[in-house]
């Protein structure tokens, strides 16, 4: 059996128009929009802070080769102060060619000014009884603590707004997706497995705020400190700049083609996900028939195939990252080759100062980050998008039933039901239902019988809008179905399925479901008159005892009767009972026999029968086979026509007087043939 999503004819590896789909997904970040304004302006300023430290180091290493040479240099001074002296020169042409390379560069670094002020201010207020080289130093160190402080705080300021924005996004878009799977019909669930559902609303939605909200704003700081970084190379020496920068197109190839092998697999990866899920829940959800057929060593080699596929997806993905990452890095230590090897020739001849050089250096990585950090901000974009197009796939399901521009609410309801002229198909090829004509006066019990595959619980599943007719109207109280909201419709209904369900929760909560405003002594009432009163008392904790998944902890019985009390709480005014008394033995039929009398007076009742006997008061049966109506009428009207009903009740009484002597022969320990005894549900 192969599984297919929702676009399951589409490859895994087909174009995508990843433009329209992330730009979709930053129409759900509108309601956010001045806090990633904030967030920009902060990413914007803690960019220009954060390479202003390195010009403060730049200055330093200045201040100490000009330190180093004044010293050094001054008996040479005096020695060509004479010179001048003697040859008729004025001293202070000669003090101009003694400005050194390094003093007008030093000029040049733009943060020079405000260090001189504040080293001015600090001797003159602070530190007056200390040297001015003291004063210097210490004032350089203050400085570059204070802006790198800064930096980081406003990056702290911005990352705690980014985690709250991306968070809300990741609450609302789950909660949009669970709100559309809500107005999904059940053909969806059934194409679709529950685990990859699953993983869609959680481990696909999860991603999105990580991968496109976070790499968005670095991607923004990274361009803006390479604007300013790049401003400041350029007005030092624009040559060494373009060198540096000189491994950049071969960055940006390589980038480009790791990222389609990233998108592929990316795509391949979620996909494998969720298949994995899927199979996951299916055996949590069955291991008791895993259990039951010893069927664990099947069902772990099928486990090992979607998990070595999952493997291998990812071992690929870990691959091209441990390929890509040495390449991108390679990449980035040319540039710093380049620029020590040529940098270093123009420090020699004095065309840069030893602390712009430094600074140059300590600028190379802000020149090669937006670079890189476009690749991964590519990569994590693509990652980001792989998993936005499996959520947009669901939101782009359009939901089979729909409520019309002018549907009403159904505020009261009669009871009357009409089925005129309904066909159904589940696709264009079968039609499960052909030309149903039927009318359930406000009230009355119609109960439909036939054999398995007659297309009974079809036929119920469209009274509440499960599914819309492909041809002919169903109509309560004269009411075109379609014309009413469906949730409103549903809520006149009450459904006691044949498997029920019920939720990892207590007796209480479970029962309290069908009203949720009642109180407890209602569902204590409810409870009564399903007949749950006496094995709820028996419970270690009573109303209040969690009963596991899917009522694991109580006999089939029993969570019948649970549904019941569920349903006799909700009070509806029209109620469908899909074979609720099978499966379960006499005792507990008659039990929940009981439940069902209190359970449908006054009310409109649909009934599958899966025992004849329970149905046989009933106003109108409907015999059902092959999606039509064959025979209508009361119990003693079918039995007197000969026809299918009379058929089926004699086949199946019979069986049940065979089983009953096969039991008195097996107690009195009498000797009788093999018996093929067809089961009820070949019947039915």
Avoid at 294 to 310: I, P
Avoid at 493 to 499: L, R, S
Avoid at 540 to 567: C, D, H, M
Wanted: with cysteine; proline share 4%; aromatic share 10%.
């Amino acid at each position: 059996m192969h599984y297919h999503g929702p676009r399951g004819d589409r490859k895994d590896d087909r174009e995508v128009n990843y433009r329209e789909t992330y730009f979709r997904l930053l129409k759900f970040a509108r309601p956010y929009l001045p806090l990633i304004i904030i967030v920009l302006f902060l990413a914007l300023a803690g960019s220009f802070i954060g390479v202003l430290p390195d010009q403060v180091l730049g200055v330093a290493v200045d201040n100490i080769f000009s330190y180093g040479q004044r010293s050094n240099s001054g008996q040479i001074l005096e020695e060509r102060e004479q010179a001048a002296v003697l040859n008729g020169e004025r001293a202070q042409d000669t003090d101009e060619e003694l400005i050194s390379p390094e003093d007008q560069f030093t000029r040049m670094l733009p943060i020079t000014p405000y260090i001189e002020r504040a080293v001015d201010y600090m001797s003159n207020n602070w530190m007056r009884e200390y040297p001015a080289v003291v004063t210097e130093s210490v004032t350089l160190a203050l400085v570059f603590i204070i802006l790198f402080i800064l930096s980081r705080l406003l990056t702290v300021i911005q990352g705690f707004i980014t985690v709250y924005v991306g968070q809300s996004l990741i609450f609302d878009l789950r909660g949009k997706v669970y709100g559309h799977l809500q107005k999904l019909s059940f053909k969806y669930y059934e194409n679709n497995r529950t685990g990859d559902i699953m993983a869609r609303v959680v481990n696909d939605v999860d991603s999105l705020a990580d991968m496109i909200i976070n790499p968005v704003i670095d991607f923004v700081r990274n361009v803006s400190a390479l604007i300013f970084v790049l401003y400041f190379c350029l007005l030092w020496d624009w040559r060494l700049t373009l060198l540096a920068l000189i491994a950049a197109p071969l960055l940006i190839i390589t980038t480009r083609f790791f990222g389609l092998k990233f998108r592929k697999n990316f795509r391949r990866l979620r996909k494998r996900i969720g298949d994995l899920n899927g199979l996951l829940q299916d055996n949590i959800a069955g291991i008791r028939v895993i259990k039951g057929f010893t069927r664990e060593d099947y069902e772990y080699e099928r486990f090992e195939e979607k998990n070595r596929k999952n493997y291998q997806s990812r071992l690929r993905l870990g691959i091209l990252f441990r390929t890509f990452r040495p390449i991108i890095d390679f990449l980035n230590q040319v540039g710093t080759i380049v620029v020590l090897g040529y940098g270093s020739l123009k420090v020699y001849a004095g065309s840069i100062s030893p602390g712009i050089f430094v600074t140059f250096i300590r600028y190379l990585p802000r020149l090669y980050n937006p670079i890189t950090g476009f690749s991964r901000f590519y990569n994590q974009i693509q990652q980001a998008l792989a998993s936005c197009e499996r959520v947009f796939e669901v939101m782009d399901i359009e939901p089979e039933i729909k409520d019309d521009p002018d549907a009403k609410d159904l505020k009261e309801v009669q009871g009357l039901v009409e089925f005129d002229d309904v066909s159904f198909s589940y696709d264009e090829e079968v039609e499960v239902l052909k030309d149903i004509n039927i009318t359930v006066k406000p009230g009355e019990m119609a109960a439909f019988v036939g054999p398995s595959g007659a297309g009974k619980t079809t036929l119920t599943n469209l009274i509440p809008r499960f599914y819309d007719p492909t041809r002919g109207k169903i109509k309560i109280d004269g009411y075109d179905l379609k014309k009413i909201k469906a949730q409103t419709l549903r809520s006149h209904i009450g459904i006691v399925q044949q498997d029920p369900f019920l939720f990892n929760d207590t007796l209480l909560a479970n029962i309290n479901y069908g009203k949720l405003d009642a109180d407890e002594d209602e569902v204590k009432q409810a409870a009564r008159a399903a007949n749950c009163d006496n094995f709820i008392e028996e419970m270690p904790k009573g109303f209040n005892t969690v009963i596991g998944e899917r009522g694991v902890k109580l006999s089939g019985g029993q969570k019948q009767r649970v549904s019941i009390a569920r349903a006799i709480l909700a009070d509806p005014k029209i109620l469908i009972l899909d074979e609720a008394t099978s499966s379960v033995d006499t005792e507990t039929e008659i039990l929940i026999q009981k439940a069902i009398d209190h359970l449908v007076q006054d009310r409109t009742t649909f009934v599958i029968a899966h025992r004849l006997s329970t149905i046989q008061g009933a106003d109108n049966i409907i015999v059902m086979d092959k999606g039509m109506i064959v025979e209508t009428g009361t119990h003693q009207e079918l039995i007197n026509n000969d026809g299918l009903y009379s058929k089926l009740h004699q086949l199946q009484f019979t069986s049940l007087e065979n089983n009953d002597n096969t039991k008195e022969e097996f107690n009195s320990g009498q000797s009788f043939p093999d018996l093929n005894l067809g089961g009820e549900d070949d019947i039915f």
